[in-house]
């Protein structure tokens, strides 16, 4: 069993001024399972495939592969834990990036078994998503919440709690008589991949191990 207190004091992922919008905050739990306190996992989340890249629904893979490369961690795949890895050791800790390869909606599968397997704690994984909620390019960090978006949704029900760390990445909503599925799949326009690509590096520059 997980509980704990949500608090506004020193953000878990050291990111950023409080004047950010990229908005930080820490959980601190207790479990009854051993954890390795000095392991994380980053999670971004999208789909495999050629013909995802580079879409609005992969936002979460852009993030974690411009945090791979910043930190010159390399992915390999993983069929044990059914995700693309990336990992290597900063300062003292042991830092685990994954892109999940079992698509979108199932994205629990890669994050339960890589957590379990290396007994992360809770508050060490971080999941890093789009969100049509918010406008294109914003981001915000939270603990637990409601959302719709399904792979977040899947990974909060294998790892039976909501109270992880997460990052939205606003995607905007679609345009009026414009399918979701649709626009979520799609590509960005030449003018929103700016704002996009800004953004991208900003996360990863926030999301401090």
Do not use: W
Request: proline share 4%; charged share 20%; hydrophobic share 35%.
């Amino acid at each position: 069993m997980i509980s704990g207190r949500l608090t506004r004091a020193r953000p878990l992922f050291s990111c950023m001024k409080a004047s950010h919008p990229l908005q930080c905050y820490r959980f601190y739990t207790t479990t009854t399972t051993a954890v390795d306190m000095n392991k994380y996992v980053v999670i971004g989340l999208g789909n495999v495939g050629k013909q995802y890249d580079g879409t609005r629904h992969n936002v979460g893979f852009a993030c974690v592969d411009f945090l791979a490369d910043s930190l010159k961690f390399e992915f390999h795949e993983t069929a044990k834990h059914s995700c693309m890895m990336a990992e290597g050791d900063v300062g003292n800790k042991k830092v685990m990036i994954i892109k999940p390869t079992t698509f979108m909606n199932l994205s629990g599968k890669a994050a339960k078994s890589v957590v379990s397997f290396h007994r992360v704690p809770l508050k060490n994984v971080l999941v890093v998503y789009d969100d049509v909620e918010l406008p294109l390019g914003r981001t915000i960090m939270k603990i637990g919440g409601g959302t719709t978006q399904k792979g977040v949704l899947d990974i909060a029900h294998t790892l039976r709690s909501p109270k992880f760390p997460r990052i939205r990445f606003g995607i905007s909503m679609p345009p009026s008589h414009t399918n979701k599925s649709d626009f979520v799949l799609g590509q960005f326009t030449s003018a929103e991949s700016t704002t996009v690509r800004d953004s991208v590096n900003r996360v990863s520059k926030f999301i401090k191990l």
